[in-house]
Nanobody
Framework: VQLQASGGGLVQPGGSLRLSCAAS????????MRWYRQAPGKQREWVAD???????NYADSVKGRFTISRDNAKNTAYLQMSGLKPEDTAVYYC???????????????WGQGTLVTVSS
């Protein structure tokens, strides 16, 4: 199983970006997908998650500006980011709790990260 994060880039303050996180391989079930971010010199922090049930959760710092969604048929999660601020600058990582075909256990997988830079 691999997670591929994409969609990062340079955007001006107040702008928008949409990140994608696609899971590929022998994915039988995908329980929860999460986004984290790590700003330069800071610890990685949780941003948002979405469960198979559709339950959504957001960090207070992004609530009202970011929207997480998922396409179960494509095993893909999205993070729509609006009203971006310079303090949103970070490498954004996705993770997913996945069960693969032929295995009854769940494991957490991580994507490689995509850089978001908010600057004028």
């Amino acid at each position: 199983v691999q997670l591929q994060a994409s969609g990062g880039g340079l955007v001006q303050p107040g702008g928008s970006l949409r990140l994608s996180c696609a899971a590929s391989g022998s994915v039988f079930s995908l329980y929860v997908m999460r986004w984290y971010r790590q700003a330069p010199g800071k610890q990685r922090e949780w941003v948002a998650d979405i469960f198979l049930s559709g339950t959504l959760n957001y960090a207070d710092s992004v609530k009202g500006r970011f929207t997480i969604s998922r396409d179960n048929a494509k095993n893909t999660a999205y993070l729509q980011m609006s009203g971006l601020k310079p303090e949103d600058t970070a490498v954004y990582y996705c993770s997913a709790r996945i069960r693969v075909y032929g295995d009854n256990s769940w494991a957490t997988y991580w994507g490689q990260g995509t850089l978001v830079t908010v600057s004028s």
